[in-house]
């Protein structure tokens, strides 16, 4: 027989080598999704919970099965580099980002998969190959505006306000997709005999201006060209249109639901949602190269009743008969 004192020490090493067994099981490692933002947490407040809520959906639990690592720029479109950088250095599982982001996100990194959550004009941004194979680091959705859109929002905002004569067209000139639908837009409105009158921002700074340009230049109706500064800068767009008693159509509903006129769009919650079904593939080993880039199949038109009330116009029937939701 062992002698005590050996059946001890034993019996102690057996404890301490136990959790080396076939038994153990090695800790699972929790993904990183980085966020880069273009705007402000309040101003994609509804995109992001669409998106939080798409993980929710596949099953993801945020600080228990997936973590977060948030970068906001503030509309800063020069801090996205930086921020970018950031998340890289943090060796996140992927990057999940929007508008001007995306071009940041690929100058940052070659390796680490990029989702688009909404985009502009992806091909021809050279962001990707083609919608159908991507190729490379990125893939995720584009709410590509098609630039004959703008004649379609024109035609509306005419039927709204028929007797508007001079037309303000807002968009941002850093945006290559944005200047081509401005440009439609522009032709469209010298179709309609109308006057065109040009805002072009690049930054937060320049709305001030640009209000101000479109008050001395007389404007009689405002639409907004999509883009990711635009959207994050819709409340003070709103604000602006209605205290002026300009009739506006914007390409997003949450403008409206701020309390503008019209839109006519694709819903942006909805694509931003959808984007999670990308970032799970990818993090069950699916190459972004390979995962098609989605494309808007439904645009709405959202009409808010009181504001035409408050701005003295009255929609035609013909026009409400054709709205996905009027707002009373």
Known sequence: MWPTAILVVMLHFSVLLAPLGADAQPPVKVPRIGFLGVGSPAAYATPVGAFRQGLR??????????????????GRVERLPVLAGELVRLDVDLILTHGAGILAAKQATTTIPIVM????DPVGSGLVASLARPGGNITGLTVQDDPELGGKRLQLLREAAP?????AVLWNRANRGSVATARETEVAVRTFEAQFLGLEVEGPDDF???FRAATSGR?????????ALTFGQRTRIVHFANQSRLPA?????EAVEAGGLMSYGPNIPDSWRRSAAY?????????PADLPIEQPTKFELVINRKTAKTLGLTIPQSVLLRADEVIQ
């Open 279 to 287: 970032v799970d593939k990818i993090l069950k080993g699916a190459k």
């Open 219 to 227: 404007a009689g109706a405002l639409l907004t060209v999509p883009d």
């Open 57 to 74: 959906d596949l099953g993801y639990v945020e600080g228990q099965t997936v973590g977060m690592e948030w970068r906001w720029a503030e």
């Open 163 to 167: 007797r508007v004569s001079r037309v």
């Open 249 to 253: 159509l914007y390409p997003w509903r």
């Open 208 to 210: 001030e201006g640009v």
């Open 117 to 120: 959550a909404v985009s502009g």
